[in-house]
């Protein structure tokens, strides 16, 4: 299979004014754009897998953090704890109790969504500046295979 494509890659490597390209050339093209394919299908199967595992309000719990509707430096929020759980409890009608809705944050602290500053009372949580791409990805993902795409 790989000699088909390269026998195909080289009988292209002719240019349009008659100049030959190097077959190097042509396969290192190739190889990056097979490399690249590979990285965009790697993070689509991860947000699939991620959108699966999680439930509606863990999907929420992440909403708060991680789609606020404003621009570049402001798009994420940090939150404390009573304030978020207030909200949450009079906004999105929660039904958990507060060490229930606690231990939620800290599975998602634990798989690395969210980030806890060390040294606060009350504790506070904070988006993770590095995954915002993937979160939003899941987030979406998980409201696409839920058909509540009304929601996003």
């Known amino acids: 299979m790989f000699f088909e494509r390269l026998a195909d890659v080289a009988l292209d490597r002719y240019m349009p004014n008659g100049a030959v390209m190097p077959t190097e050339t042509i396969v290192q093209s190739q190889t990056t754009l097979t490399?690249?394919?590979?990285?965009?299908?790697d993070f689509e199967q991860s947000t699939m897998l991620l959108a699966e595992k999680l439930d509606f309000l863990d999907v929420q719990i992440l909403r708060k953090f991680y789609m606020t509707g404003k621009d570049f430096p402001f798009?994420?929020?940090p939150f404390c704890?009573?304030?978020l759980y207030r909200e949450m409890k009079d906004g999105?009608?929660?039904?958990?109790?507060q060490?229930?809705?606690?231990?939620r944050l800290d599975n998602l602290t634990a798989t690395g969504f969210l980030g806890k500053m060390r040294g606060s009372n009350p504790v506070n949580y904070e988006p993770v500046r590095d995954k915002d791409r993937l979160v939003r990805a899941v987030i979406t993902k998980f409201f696409l295979i839920h058909g509540l795409t009304k929601f996003v």
Do not use: G, N
């Open 35 to 41: 490399v690249e394919q590979a990285k965009v299908s």
């Open 75 to 77: 798009d994420t929020q």
């Open 81 to 83: 704890f009573p304030i």
């Open 92 to 97: 999105h009608r929660l039904k958990i109790c």
């Open 99 to 103: 060490e229930a809705f606690r231990k």
